[in-house]
């Protein structure tokens, strides 16, 4: 089993900054690859970011490209995401969510944390 709890979600003007972290606990972090997802109201669940287990590859959605930075430290089992440049339309609950190596799926999930973005 592995326990995640994101930090870092607020409310911030467009153009600002936020840095969401989220803590990971039970087996082996660097096993899992990670990933943020977010969901705003009325909307499914999207694709964020995601990082492998070393660090080493990272992938974005296009809408964040540029913007948003995933990172990890896995002596810290956490995962980050510095979010720049925000838009309003990136206002949503942000979920971070675990994936073992040469799993196909995500098993893990974090409660998330509120992402609102004023203009």
């Known amino acids: 089993q592995v326990q995640l709890v994101e930090s870092g979600g607020g409310l911030v003007q467009a153009g600002g900054s936020l840095r969401l972290s989220c803590a990971a606990s039970?087996?082996?972090?660097?096993?899992?690859?990670m990933g943020w997802f977010r969901q705003a109201p009325g909307k499914e669940r999207e694709f964020v970011a995601r990082?492998?287990?070393?660090?080493?590859?990272?992938y974005y959605a296009d809408s964040v490209k540029g913007r948003f930075t995933i990172s990890r430290d896995n002596a810290k089992n956490t995962v980050y995401l510095q979010m720049n440049s925000l838009k309003p339309e990136d206002t949503a609950v942000y979920y971070c969510a675990a994936r073992f190596q040469g799993s196909s799926l995500y098993d893990y999930w974090g409660q998330g944390t509120q992402v609102t973005v004023s203009s």
């Open positions: 039970g087996r082996t972090f660097s096993s899992y690859h």
């Open positions: 990082i492998s287990w070393s660090g080493g590859s990272t």
